[in-house]
């Protein structure tokens, strides 16, 4: 190298440095700032839409990250963009400070719900489960057979609600599903719950014929909100029960104490406490003994518990007790509190 190529060189080093130092301290300035600004801020919003900031650190392995979140956003926005809800009474109107407010309750739902798929993959690679990429295209097969339909149809169904491509779909959903699927195998092979659970109403069930009031083992043996009401669920039409309790429900007389039921969710006993007929449809008022089985989905609330995500944001925080990610904001936590009121879990109410 001749010394005007040396003395070039050397005089290039200072000048890329000051370049890379000016980027690095760009980069930095709108780390700072896609952290910092507000919710309702344009600028903010738009920075931790596009930039893959960490947002959930999920084991110190699985990072869900700004990018990710406003990906799944801009599907969620197309999904109700693109519909007629009309027949429900709904407006989709994001632009009102009401609508906004509901776009961010769908928000934290939808990080709640990255972050139980993530808690999942955790939990199926601890337990040496793998979705290989036969098994995935089986299960996106096997999806797309429910649905009904040509996969051309599906395809095209895809991009128009969401924005997705078949590849998405299994990513977002297919395999998600798989890993429950199989870490739900697992989970019933090492537990006994199920076990607890029939041995417990069995018990409710025998000391009734003993002689205890239905109350008495509601107090005694049930679980879950309804032992808090004296077991009582409330007024119900056949289809909204679940599968296992609808004809049962609709054969059994009023007054009678049922026979044991087993459901997905766990053991029940049922009392028909009346009936009536509302628009030709019977509804009937319900009182149970419920004994829980233990899911996946306890399993994994545990397991968040014990092991809970590290949150870098300044929108949420963690709720320890019910292992779920909440609004740090107390307005926020009350609008979504009255929302969830006014639509009685019906979800596509929300807006």
């Given at each position: 190298?001749?010394?005007?190529?040396?003395?070039?060189?050397?005089?290039?080093?200072?000048?890329?440095?000051?370049?890379?130092?000016?980027?690095?301290?760009?980069?930095?300035?709108?780390?700072?700032?896609?952290?910092?600004?507000?919710?309702?801020?344009?600028?903010?919003?738009?920075?931790?839409?596009?930039?893959?900031?960490?947002?959930?650190?999920?084991?110190?392995?699985?990072?869900?990250?700004?990018?990710?979140?406003?990906?799944?956003?801009?599907?969620?926005?197309?999904?109700?963009?693109?519909?007629?809800?009309?027949?429900?009474?709904?407006?989709?109107?994001?632009?009102?400070?009401?609508?906004?407010?509901?776009?961010?309750?769908?928000?934290?739902?939808?990080?709640?719900?990255?972050?139980?798929?993530?808690?999942?993959?955790?939990?199926?690679?601890?337990?040496?489960?793998?979705?290989?990429?036969?098994?995935?295209?089986?299960?996106?097969?096997?999806?797309?057979?429910?649905?009904?339909?040509?996969?051309?149809?599906?395809?095209?169904?895809?991009?128009?609600?969401?924005?997705?491509?078949?590849?998405?779909?299994?990513?977002?959903?297919?395999?998600?599903?798989?890993?429950?699927?199989?870490?739900?195998?697992?989970?019933?092979?090492?537990?006994?719950?199920?076990?607890?659970?029939?041995?417990?109403?069995?018990?409710?069930?025998?000391?009734?014929?003993?002689?205890?009031?239905?109350?008495?083992?509601?107090?005694?043996?049930?679980?879950?909100?309804?032992?808090?009401?004296?077991?009582?669920?409330?007024?119900?039409?056949?289809?909204?029960?679940?599968?296992?309790?609808?004809?049962?429900?609709?054969?059994?007389?009023?007054?009678?104490?049922?026979?044991?039921?087993?459901?997905?969710?766990?053991?029940?006993?049922?009392?028909?406490?009346?009936?009536?007929?509302?628009?030709?449809?019977?509804?009937?008022?319900?009182?149970?003994?419920?004994?829980?089985?233990?899911?996946?989905?306890?399993?994994?609330?545990?397991?968040?518990?014990?092991?809970?995500?590290?949150?870098?944001?300044?929108?949420?925080?963690?709720?320890?007790?019910?292992?779920?990610?909440?609004?740090?904001?107390?307005?926020?936590?009350?609008?979504?509190?009255?929302?969830?009121?006014?639509t009685e879990g019906n979800s596509l109410l929300l807006f």
């Open positions: 190298m001749t010394q005007e190529k040396k003395h070039r060189s050397i005089t290039l080093k200072p000048a890329l440095l000051a370049v890379a130092g000016i980027a690095g301290l760009v980069a930095v300035i709108l780390l700072v700032f896609a952290y910092m600004l507000p919710a309702e801020n344009r600028v903010g919003e738009t920075l931790r839409q596009r930039l893959p900031l960490p947002l959930v650190i999920v084991g110190y392995k699985h990072v869900i990250t700004t990018q990710e979140l406003g990906a799944n956003m801009r599907s969620v926005r197309r999904f109700y963009e693109t519909q007629d809800f009309s027949q429900y009474g709904i407006r989709i109107d994001f632009s009102t400070d009401e609508g906004k407010k509901r776009l961010r309750v769908r928000e934290k739902e939808v990080l709640n719900k990255m972050l139980e798929d993530r808690m999942l993959a955790l939990l199926a690679q601890e337990k040496g489960i793998v979705v290989t990429e036969e098994a995935a295209r089986d299960g996106v097969r096997r999806k797309l057979e429910e649905y009904g339909g040509s996969e051309e149809a599906i395809r095209s169904n895809l991009e128009r609600l969401y924005g997705w491509s078949l590849k998405d779909f299994e990513e977002k959903v297919v395999i998600p599903n798989l890993y429950e699927e199989r870490l739900s195998e697992v989970f019933q092979k090492e537990s006994d719950t199920r076990t607890q659970a029939e041995q417990r109403i069995r018990e409710a069930r025998e000391a009734i014929r003993n002689g205890a009031s239905f109350e008495e083992a509601v107090e005694k043996y049930s679980e879950g909100r309804t032992r808090e009401q004296g077991g009582e669920l409330g007024w119900f039409a056949q289809a909204d029960l679940a599968q296992e309790l609808q004809r049962p429900v609709a054969a059994q007389k009023v007054g009678v104490i049922g026979d044991i039921i087993e459901s997905d969710l766990g053991f029940h006993i049922i009392v028909v406490e009346e009936t009536k007929k509302e628009n030709g449809k019977a509804l009937y008022r319900l009182k149970q003994i419920f004994s829980k089985k233990t899911t996946v989905a306890d399993w994994l609330t545990e397991r968040m518990r014990a092991s809970p995500p590290l949150l870098l944001s300044r929108e949420y925080v963690w709720d320890a007790a019910e292992a779920r990610i909440e609004f740090k904001n107390a307005d926020m936590q009350r609008f979504e509190r009255d929302l969830m009121e006014k």
